[in-house]
């Protein structure tokens, strides 16, 4: 158990709907990272808050969306749901920015699937 | 294109086994992690190695590092089914955006009984 948790764990719904993920990090850490993994792509990065601040921006489409809150748990947002975004969505947390240093604990993930 | 090329893709082998996978890659990086991922849960850290020429030793599992720190290498000696699992190899970004971990696309290791 890496103390990072998903919700929920699986997500069934339509093309051109809305869902939100959210993911609570480890005690104490203060980033949290939003990664996506699909067949054809593998895991990629899709962004990163710290301390409820924006800080890294990766591959993340404009229908998608995130916010870290006060409490630094984090939510991504997903609209306009293409069947191509059917995907496992990981959230990952660390204690400071990242770099070469950090571990970042990555939860269980949500697994979505757009019909 | 991919920062990371990893191989093999598979790798299917029988329990007593070894084995080496590969992370290669074109640029020079700071330092290079390795992740294993099982079916249903989120990439578990193995290692990060740092210095050029670095290895590191964890129990059956080699981990190296490249001189040019362009790539590394995974040796699994006598390998057992609970090796199974999906590894991946990961390099983190540097300046303003050094959260950001490059991922391969990860060598599926099924070990037979």
């Known amino acids: 158990d890496s103390g990072v948790t998903q919700t929920p764990k699986h997500l069934i719904t339509a093309t051109g709907q809305r869902v939100t993920l959210r993911c609570s990090p480890r005690s104490g850490d203060l980033s949290v990272y939003w990664y996506q993994q699909s067949l054809d792509q593998g895991l990629q990065f899709l962004i990163q808050y710290y301390n409820g601040e924006e800080r890294a921006k990766g591959n993340i489409l404009e229908r998608f969306s995130a916010q870290q809150f006060p409490d630094l748990h984090s939510e991504l947002n997903l609209s306009s749901l293409e069947l191509g975004d059917s995907a496992l969505y990981f959230c990952a947390s660390s204690v400071g920015v990242g770099g070469r240093w950090e571990t970042q604990y990555f939860g269980p993930g949500t697994r979505l699937l757009v019909l | 294109t991919q920062l990371l090329e990893q191989s093999p893709q598979f790798l299917s082998i029988q329990e007593g086994e070894n084995l080496t996978v590969y992370c290669n890659s074109s640029?020079?990086?700071?330092?290079l992690q390795w992740y294993r991922q099982e079916p249903g849960e989120g990439p578990v850290l193995l290692v990060t190695v740092v210095t050029g020429g670095e290895v590191k030793k964890l129990k059956r599992l080699t981990f190296q590092f490249g001189d040019a720190r362009k790539d590394s290498s995974l040796h699994i000696t006598a390998a057992q089914t609970g090796d199974t699992g999906l590894y991946l190899c990961?390099?983190?970004?540097?300046?303003?955006?050094?959260?950001?971990?490059?991922f391969g696309r990860g060598t599926q290791l099924t070990v037979w009984p």
């Open positions: 990961a390099a983190p970004d540097r300046g303003s955006t050094l959260g950001r971990l490059y």
């Open positions: 640029s020079v990086f700071s330092s």
